[in-house]
Nanobody, 119 residues
Framework: QVQLVESGGGLVQPGGSLRLSCAAS????????MGWYRQAPGKQRELVAT???????NYAASVKGRFTISRNGAENTVYLQMNSLKPEDTALYFC?????????????WGQGTQVTVSS
């Protein structure tokens, strides 16, 4: 069973920065892609950023230029560096790992880490 453990969330003032970490229980290169998603109260979960096993990245328009997804294979960890944070970035942030085998896709989720942007 794959485990994903997020950390790094917290309370930060607008304009501040946080770095989220997602530690996987096995090699992150065993997944086709990993990513960060977020869910604010009363809203649907939305994609924030993804990174494929080849290293290609993708960002939501709302975070492009402010957030950066990266990874450390030796530590089996994916990061999300968040700069210039805004109150609308407040949400529960989840890490996801996706594995595609033939026609079968399996997604693994972490428990989430809370990010609150407020003065």
């Amino acid at each position: 069973q794959v485990q994903l453990v997020e950390s790094g969330g917290g309370l930060v003032q607008p304009g501040g920065s946080l770095r989220l970490s997602c530690a996987a229980s096995r090699s992150i290169f065993s997944f086709n892609a990993m990513g960060w998603y977020r869910q604010a109260p009363g809203k649907q979960r939305e994609l924030v950023a993804t990174i494929t096993s080849e290293g290609s990245t993708n960002y939501a328009a709302s975070v492009k230029g402010r957030f950066t997804i990266s990874r450390n294979g030796a530590e089996n960890t994916v990061y999300l560096q968040m700069n210039s944070l805004k109150p609308e970035d407040t949400a529960l942030y989840f890490c996801k790992a996706q594995q595609i085998t033939g026609w079968h896709t399996r997604d693994y989720w972490g428990q989430g880490t809370q990010v609150t942007v407020s003065s």
